[in-house]
């Protein structure tokens, strides 16, 4: 069984029902597997070959959502890229990765230059490419043989030489996750989910078990506080997914203006940690509804979940929740031998949540599989209830607004300056974001900086969620006896306001 077949099952079972809802069309099972169908036969017409990839980059939309699943109608590979993201990194994925077919919006479309694969305009309106696609007869049967080691997804994530890293997301990693997910969170033909982030990361693993259960995705005008609350009693809202900077925002706006949430069953947080006055805000102002996730792209979403009825208990309050269904989790002790409960060391998973590795990337990925298991480069412990709690990260990544940011990929951007010596990159705790980018900079002799201009010039290169959101200058940064510049000491002289 392959992962589309979920949706090709529900749009049988429930062919009238709605399946995807925005502001301006409404689209039952049967319409929405036409229109995938149709959209996977022209993409087979353009290139005939299983396994190759197709990159898609727009804004949440229905037709965003058609293409995700007629990518996997066709027997091809999903590549998401990311909007927010800078015009580099873009280039980057799309270098790395050599998609035949790039099915974009109207924006994405103008960002990407022409010596690329086949460009489809996803946008709404008769000057659509993707129309061309109603020219087809839907594709009927997948032409992608059950082989469930095949790669269904290459996702992105940073690394510290500054080369992003494609994790590739087998046919079994993906049923697994659809079949954890459905199992812990009950889906069922009655759920609505809210679409509140980019397709391109969290809110995509939530489609098939969604769809696959006869659920619809609702996708709001905006991704306002204001527009998630307002759009919760309009459409009978039972599921959403954000990471807590934004789930946090919305508990703010609903705390002063008030909110319907009867329909709510479950806001899934993920991504960040979640500081424990802030879960309980969220219980306060929507009720026992706030749910825990913990996953990265080489095991997506679902190594741990904890359910609304678990994390309402204190002493949950700061894990990432047990493992999944069909996953396993061991942290590392002594020796590589298992930890003992309340022993920190690195989590480890196994299962089938698990990537196949990283693509084109031979030599990482047998650093990070080992013996079976992924190192995932968390720290954590499990305790003797088998509750994973996690308390640091080996590798530095910085996540703010549950967004991963590298800071070699911003200290690469920095050092291009011309006034930039030396430079480093970490992440400080922020009551907004969970933890905001900061970077310190060692001028040249004889130089000067404008930060804001500075600033600019990496937001048009990184992007808004790379950008450091402070820029500190220093006459000498901290060095150790080898000359290896020391972020611990930056991050206490950051803390007594260093700064020139």
């Known amino acids: ?26 689209l039952t099972f049967a319409q929405l597997a036409d229109r995938v169908l149709r959209l996977a036969a022209l993409l087979v017409d353009l290139d005939a070959a299983p396994q190759t ?33 800078g015009d580099t990194e873009i280039a980057r994925g799309i270098e790395i990765t050599a998609p035949s077919i790039l099915l974009l919006d109207a924006q994405m479309m103008d960002r990407i230059g022409t010596n690329v694969g086949e460009k489809i305009l996803l946008d709404d309106g008769s000057e659509s490419t993707m129309r061309r696609s109603v020219r087809y007869e839907p594709l009927r049967d997948s032409l992608t043989s059950p082989d469930v080691t095949g790669v269904q997804a290459i996702k992105f994530t940073g690394g510290t030489s500054g080369a992003p890293k494609g994790a590739m997301q087998s046919y079994r990693c993906w049923n ?35 769809l696959g259960s006869g659920g619809a995705i609702v996708i709001p005008e905006a991704s306002s506080p204001a527009a998630i609350v307002e759009a919760l009693p309009r459409h009978k809202i039972t599921t959403m997914f954000m990471p807590p900077t934004q789930l946090t925002a919305c508990a703010d706006h609903a705390q002063q203006g008030g909110v319907d949430s009867r329909s709510l069953r479950r806001i899934v947080y993920g991504a960040a940690p979640m500081r424990p006055d802030r879960i309980r805000q969220a219980q306060e102002v929507f009720g ?23 994390l309402t208990q204190d ?114 705790p922020d009551e907004k974001w969970g933890e905001a980018v900061h970077a310190a900079v060692e001028l040249r002799p004889g130089f000067t900086i404008d930060r804001n201009e500075v600033l600019r010039e990496l937001r048009s290169t990184l992007g808004p969620v790379q950008t450091p959101k402070h820029l500190h200058v220093f006459e000498d940064l901290p060095r150790s006896p080898v000359g290896k510049i020391l972020k611990t ?12």
């Open 176 to 210: 697994t996750k659809i079949a954890s997910q459905c199992y812990a969170y009950g889906f069922n033909a009655t759920d609505r989910f809210l679409v509140t982030t980019p397709l391109t990361h969290g809110a995509s693993t939530y489609l098939l078990p969604v």
């Open 53 to 85: 990839r197709v990159a898609v980059s727009a804004r949440n939309s229905a037709d965003h959502i058609a293409a995700i699943l007629a990518v996997a109608a066709a027997g091809k590979i999903w590549v998401p890229i990311n909007p927010r993201n």
């Open 315 to 428: 002493a949950n309050l700061t894990a990432a929740g047990r493992p999944s269904l069909l996953t396993k989790i061991m942290i590392e002790g002594a020796e590589h031998s298992p930890a003992r409960p309340g022993e920190q060391g690195e989590i480890l998973v196994r299962g089938d949540l698990v990537m196949n590795g990283y693509w084109n990337l031979p030599e990482l990925t047998a650093k990070t599989i080992v013996d079976g298991w992924l190192r995932t480069g968390d720290v954590g412990f499990l305790d003797e209830r088998g509750y994973l709690f996690i308390r640091d990260r080996s590798k530095e990544i910085i996540i703010t607004g549950g967004f991963n940011v590298y800071p070699s990929d911003v200290e690469s951007a920095l050092s291009l300056q011309p006034a930039v010596a030396y430079c480093a990159v970490l992440g400080l």
């Open 489 to 500: 000491e930056i991050r206490k002289m950051i803390e007594r306001g260093g700064n020139l």
């Open 1 to 26: 069984m392959l992962p589309f077949d979920f949706f090709r099952r529900a749009a049988r079972l429930w062919p009238d029902q709605p399946a995807v809802i925005t502001d301006d069309e409404t």
């Open 288 to 310: 026992p509804v706030i749910a825990c996730t913990y996953g990265q792209a080489e095991a997506p979403q679902i190594i741990a979940v904890m359910s609304p009825q678990e």
